[in-house]
């Protein structure tokens, strides 16, 4: 499946951003949809998740009651939607696909199937 990220941009702390990943598949409800992130100079790491059947989504400890992830099969998209925004959220993002989304721990970066392109997240005053 072919992913494309958009939605990055530069944002005050306390912001907000809405980044979006539309998959080119038919069988996109058939995918785990995952954010990952990579800030300079540090790990690429899992951000959220929700599974192609509904669920409880999965987030990573530090962005839970700020980032809430949706998706809407009928358009092949998943959207992030980030509020509060902090600087240690600054990392550039990647939407992805997979077989399923963790019931607890990380996210398994080498679940992966599809990468799609980064898009920068910038927070800073």
């Known amino acids: 499946v072919q992913l494309q990220a958009s939605g990055g941009g530069l944002v005050k702390p306390g912001g907000s951003l809405t980044l979006s990943c539309a998959g080119s598949t038919s069988t996109f409800n058939d995918y785990a949809i995952g954010w990952f992130r990579q800030a300079p100079g540090k790990e690429r790491e899992g951000v959220s998740c929700?599974?192609?059947?509904?669920?409880?989504?999965y987030y990573t400890d530090s962005v839970k009651g700020r980032f809430t992830i949706s998706r809407d099969n009928a358009r092949n998209t998943v959207h992030l939607a980030m509020n509060n925004l902090k600087s240690s959220d600054t990392a550039v993002y990647y939407c992805t696909a997979g077989p399923g989304c963790p019931l607890r721990g990380n996210m398994d970066i080498g679940m992966v199937h599809s990468w799609g392109q980064g898009t920068q997240v910038t927070v800073s005053s």
């Open positions: 929700t599974r192609g059947s509904g669920g409880s989504p």
